[in-house]
């Protein structure tokens, strides 16, 4: 199993505005959600598999969705601005500092001796 998580709905949400609406056909397969295709992409890009190796999870696009996406995109320059708005959301998530808890444990043993000598 790989160390890639999927796009969290946060990060969707940050990413999403960079995608057209898709186009409604009217034969053949629906279009492919532009979230999976993300997901299947940086799931290869990230790990270095095969495009055969996705997880056949709703997650992820079917391979031949994603590599062809994935050829148009780094054609046109789109895939490094995907990937750059990635990784700065990455750096922001990293530089994150969350408030360090007090150790309560002292506080507890405290009251753990005032009830056992009662």
Do not use: C
């Amino acid at each position: 199993m790989s160390n890639y998580e999927p796009l969290t709905d946060l990060q969707w949400q940050l990413l999403e505005p960079l995608f057209p609406a898709p186009v409604k056909r009217t034969r053949g397969k629906p279009h492919t959600p532009w979230r999976s295709v993300v997901n299947s992409i940086l799931y290869v890009l990230f790990t270095g598999l095969k495009w055969g190796s996705l997880p056949k999870e709703p997650a992820f696009a079917t391979k031949s969705a994603a590599h062809r996406w994935f050829i148009l995109w780094e054609k046109n320059g789109f895939l490094k601005e995907i990937v750059n708005v990635y990784q700065s959301l990455a750096q922001i998530a990293s530089g994150i500092k969350l408030p360090r808890r007090r150790n309560r444990l002292p506080a507890v043993k405290r009251s753990l001796e005032t009830v056992a000598a009662s």
